[in-house]
């Protein structure tokens, strides 16, 4: 179905034909070519970072990201529940444990006094996810970590140019992961890049993701890796993207605004923005007051050509990784109540105030202004 506001489509400068045209041209159309290197320079410029090493999707980077770290069978990484289910999903590839941890109301991050709780002599690291491009508590997480010698794995996939503290998200913890699909910031279609500080973390990555190549000796493999690469053509889009990423996180954060402003007066609540933070918004997201209005909502907006997604399910609700009597309150509660709105960068003031009378309609048809 198609619809006149999708919840995303990316933002083309016009460079990407040109750099994928150059590709095409140059028969450079895997893993090697000059934009690979160049995409992953110009990432770790922008954040700041030392290493960046680019992958085939977001997944494969957490994957890559926590065997780098020796993450194995055994271990157990604390992650949120309320994220989407490739956070858990690379744990479980490397076959440690995931332990769930709830989350904060306010902001919808993970709780880390909760996560403390959960900490045991098996715990080896801490996930934190930046849902929806707000950033964690990064102060209270690096504390976490210290104080019980846990590594610390950024899931960044949809934080493309939040700020912590006036600090790029991604610099804070050992490794950091981030995804470029269609839907995200800033995109290659598919895609994700590793990033770290530690020299040694991102060799371990690059060697990782081309299949444990050795060094120094042609198709001479000393440990189990994966093909995990970007392509050439992927990096190529890439490149094109990364020219205009400040002025897709500024439109992205002024169409927040509108959304605040419009639906100031209905019984909805935009994720709140904590103090010191630059929420990048990947996604604007609303929690209606009840979760019996979510999907009636829902279905008057898609009425109206207006596309929405709820909040991502909390993962321990899913049956491989339930549990009996497991119960996270905070994370259901939002879940169930939460809608994603179209957060595409090409929204105009008209086409928020547009899709906001709508959502103010339905609650003026309801009773429940």
């Not at 879940?335 to 994603?340: D, E, H, K, N, S």
Request: charged content about 20%; proline content about 4%; some cysteine.
């Amino acid at each position: 179905m198609s619809f006149t506001y999708p919840v995303y489509r990316p933002r083309f400068t016009g460079k990407e034909k040109n750099h994928v045209m150059d590709c095409l041209d140059s028969t450079w159309i895997s893993s090697k070519g000059k934009y690979i290197h160049e995409f992953e320079s110009r990432f770790a410029s922008y954040l700041g970072i030392s290493n960046a090493v680019s992958v085939c999707n977001g997944t494969v980077a957490l994957h890559v990201a926590l065997e780098a770290l020796g993450i194995g069978r055994g271990d157990e990484v604390l992650v949120p529940t309320l994220t989407y289910i490739a956070s858990a999903n690379a744990v479980s590839y490397t076959g440690a444990n995931v332990v769930f941890v709830d989350s904060e109301p306010d902001y919808w991050q993970i709780d880390v006094d909760k996560a403390e709780r959960k900490i045991t002599n098996k715990t080896k690291a801490i996930m934190p996810v930046h849902l929806y491009g707000h950033p964690c508590d990064m102060d209270a997480v690096m504390t976490l970590a210290s104080k019980y010698s846990l590594l610390v794995v950024e899931d960044c996939a949809e934080a493309i140019g939040t700020k912590y503290d006036d600090q790029f998200v991604g610099t804070f913890g050992d490794i950091a992961c981030f995804s470029f699909f269609g839907n995200k910031t800033i995109t290659t279609g598919e895609g994700g890049m590793v990033v770290s500080n530690n020299p040694v973390h991102a060799d371990m990555a690059l060697r990782l993701k081309g299949q444990g190549l050795g060094k120094g000796r042609e198709y001479w493999h000393d440990l189990i890796g994966y093909n995990y690469r970007m392509t050439n053509i992927c990096a190529a889009i890439g490149c094109a993207q990364m020219e205009s990423i400040e002025i897709i996180v500024a439109r992205k954060q002024a169409i927040a605004a509108w959304y605040q402003e419009f639906l100031n007066d209905v019984p909805v609540q935009v994720q709140g923005i904590k103090s010191g933070v630059s929420h990048s918004f990947w996604m604007v997201s609303i929690v209606t007051d009840e979760a019996r209005h979510r999907d009636p909502l829902r279905t008057t907006l898609l009425e109206q050509s207006i596309e929405t997604r709820p909040l991502f399910y909390p993962i321990h609700l899913m049956d491989m990784y339930r549990q009996e009597g497991c119960h996270y309150p905070v994370a259901e509660d939002l879940a169930f109540r939460g809608i994603t709105l179209p957060s595409y960068p090409d929204l105009t003031r008209d086409d928020v105030m547009h899709i906001c009378k709508y959502i103010g309609d339905y609650f003026g048809n309801t009773g429940s202004k």
